[in-house]
């Protein structure tokens, strides 16, 4: 049964929400599906819930990874797209962010936890359900992988002059 | 690289706007995968074990709606009331409503034996209310049998009853409120609606708050269209329906944005750092929470400092403590805490009611950051104090104080008694704080709060000063 909480919780939180699936998933489309997703199943256990925004950025990281293992991807949505489906090209001129949409779901959810949300590593490890040294290595290696996927000169292009 | 990274998310991120109607579509997506997995459960049901249980039952005249019951008695004077709202004269319209519940809402909770449910014969179905609210069309449906399900629908002006989104469903209550958006965005205005039987009374409220609570007096609304509407909220006002002498229901409505509220940010009796916008903002919602924006209440900062939060942006956050100056010298308070990227918390137990500061004492649980509860119990003392004992089992537990402020860590679901002293040693004041609140406990609102919990432990028994 819709909650009146509930509803307040999602259209005060809704776009920065929105905001942080897109980073994990590098879609818009597949954003507002992943997080449509995570709240139509968070829902049925809103008031038992102590720490929503946690949970549901769990269960977007999960479905994101479970995604991914599928062959077959079945695509959740609530309506019909009013616009086409194809993202912006200008996201694919930007090295770093094509870069970071390489990396496996869960060492990019450590990055956009870490280094966009701000999360301490305690807190990112609590929120993907995995160990504070598996969030410190996956950040570590993360790094380490745009360093590699990223040549130097373009990283300074792609802070701000694209 | 953490920069280069930092930049491209923000510019990214930047770029993202949500569709229309965030929460509709949550709300439709959820009902589709409940009629799903009820579906399998069903069928699964259904060929297991179900169905030679089935096969004898459907051999009666049992029809599909022979297990309702009557509505319960407290529902029938909403049911019994005639159609509400611009359209309720418009028998196609309503007809087409009726069809549209009993097929949509009355196809997935048709079965009277699951808990509320609606109707799918259209003619079991009632529209309460259907009408234009401002620019929004609100259309309030309810099954007639049973313990009845509403069903809502929202959309714009004009549009026809196809057109209109179904918002969701519920059990009916005796009298029945909608807050809806005017906008799609979330800094919209609300519109809000407030329908009891025909006959209700509608009342607002004045709140006359002391130091112990509140309590209120209620002023008669005429409602000449039997009900009561707002096209768009732009102040806090809080009302209630009452059939005879039984109050149906008491909401508080909100308006999206709300002006600056003047403070003066200088604590008092010098406890901690004036913090003007943070005490601005938080005197904003105090005056909100309580009805008292742009009435001239009085406002005093009781505590302002910059204190550490785990999982806080720079590892501080700027708290405040604002309380409304009542005839008696105390009155509500509220605390806010803002960390270094504007990010806003509160605790429940940093509101509540005070008495004159001078002798009152003040424990809260600042608010937290990260998944875990802050650890830092807050003590707001009278500036006379120089030192505070914490009590918990037994075990007294030393809290220095600077001008009246302290504090002590504390795991969560803590109960504890804490005691103030001055100089000489005397008592000067004494307050049981505890984690342990009621569910959907409310601190400004005292009848929320009374249901009591388990407790963890018990406060030690307040006795004389050792």
């Known amino acids: 049964m819709p909650d009146d909480d509930f509803q307040a919780f999602v259209e005060q939180r809704y776009s920065a929400l929105l905001r942080t699936a897109y980073l994990l998933c590098g879609s818009r489309d597949r954003a507002e599906d992943l997080l449509q997703s995570a709240l139509a199943a968070a829902l049925p256990k809103w008031r038992r819930m102590d720490h929503p925004e946690a949970y549901l950025r769990r269960v977007m990281v999960n479905q994101l990874a479970n995604v991914w293992r599928r062959p077959i991807r079945e695509i959740v949505t609530a309506v019909l797209p009013d616009r086409p489906r194809h993202d912006p090209a200008i996201e694919d001129r930007d090295e770093l962010w094509t870069a970071l949409r390489r990396l496996p779901v869960r060492m990019r959810a450590v990055l956009v936890l870490r280094y966009w949300e701000d999360r301490s590593e305690q807190e990112t490890a609590q929120i993907l359900g995995v160990s504070v040294g598996t969030v410190k290595s996956h950040a570590s290696r993360g790094l380490d992988r745009l360093r590699e996927l990223v040549p130097a000169p373009s990283m300074a292009a792609a802070n701000g002059e694209n | 690289m953490i920069d280069e990274l930092r930049a491209v998310l923000d510019r990214h ?81 309503l007809e087409a409503m009726r069809r549209r519940t009993a097929d949509e809402v009355g196809a997935e909770r048709g079965d009277p034996a699951n808990g509320p449910y609606m109707p799918t014969d259209p003619d079991r179905v009632k529209v309460l209310f259907a009408g234009d609210i401002g620019s929004r069309r609100y259309v309030l449906t309810a099954g007639l049998d049973g313990w009845p399900l509403k069903a809502m629908f929202f959309g714009h002006q004009d549009e026809p009853p196809a057109h209109l989104a179904q918002a969701g469903s519920g059990a009916l209550e005796a009298a029945e409120e909608a807050t809806f958006a005017i906008g799609p965005g979330p800094d919209d205005e609300v519109g809000f609606l407030l ?263 018990t406060p030690d028994p307040v006795g004389p000063t050792p």
């Not at chain 2, 959820?30 to 799903?36: D, F, G, K, L, Q």
């Not at chain 2, 297990?67 to 029938?76: K, N, S, V």
């Open chain 2, 13 to 93: 991120a930047d770029d993202i706007t949500p569709r229309p109607y965030p929460y509709t579509r949550v709300v439709v997506l959820h009902r589709r995968r409940r009629r799903n997995l009820v579906s399998t459960l069903a069928v699964v049901s259904v060929l297991l074990v179900v169905a030679p249980a089935a096969w004898l039952l459907t051999r009666s005249p049992a029809g599909p709606h022979q297990l309702a019951t009557p509505p319960p008695a407290e529902l029938l004077p909403l049911l019994n009331s005639p159609t509400r709202g611009s359209l309720a004269g418009d028998e196609a319209f």
């Open chain 2, 195 to 457: 329908l009891g039987p025909v006959g209700a009374v509608y009342e607002e409220g004045q709140a006359q708050w002391s130091s112990t609570g509140v309590t209120r007096t209620w002023t008669a609304i005429a409602v000449p269209d039997g009900y009561l509407a707002v096209a768009n909220v732009t102040r806090i006002q809080r009302f209630r329906v009452r059939l005879g002498d039984k109050v149906l229901r008491e909401v508080q409505t909100y308006p999206v944005k709300a002006g600056p509220v003047a403070v003066d940010p200088a604590p008092y009796g010098g406890r901690g750092t004036p913090m003007p916008e943070v005490a601005g903002q938080v005197a904003s919602s105090l005056t909100s929470l309580t009805q008292l924006r742009d009435t001239g209440a009085v406002l005093r900062v009781l505590w302002s400092d910059e204190v550490p939060a785990p999982g806080a942006a720079g590892g501080l956050v700027r708290a405040v403590t604002v309380q409304v100056v009542t005839a008696d010298g105390g009155g509500p308070y509220f605390t806010g805490v803002v960390d270094g990227d504007g990010m806003w918390r509160d605790h429940l137990t940093g509101s509540g009611f005070a008495g004159d500061p001078a002798r009152a004492l003040i424990v809260m649980r600042l608010p937290s950051y990260t998944a875990q509860d802050n650890t830092r119990l807050q003590v707001i003392a009278p500036p006379g104090a120089v030192r505070a004992e914490s009590v918990q089992g037994g075990q007294v537990v030393d809290i220095p104080l600077v001008d009246g402020v302290g504090w002590r860590p504390a795991p969560p679901q803590t109960t504890l008694t804490v005691r103030a002293y001055d100089a000489a040693g005397a008592l000067l004041a004494t307050t049981t704080f505890t984690d342990l609140l009621p569910p959907g406990c409310d601190r400004l609102n005292p009848p929320t709060c009374q249901t009591p919990v388990p407790t963890a432990g």
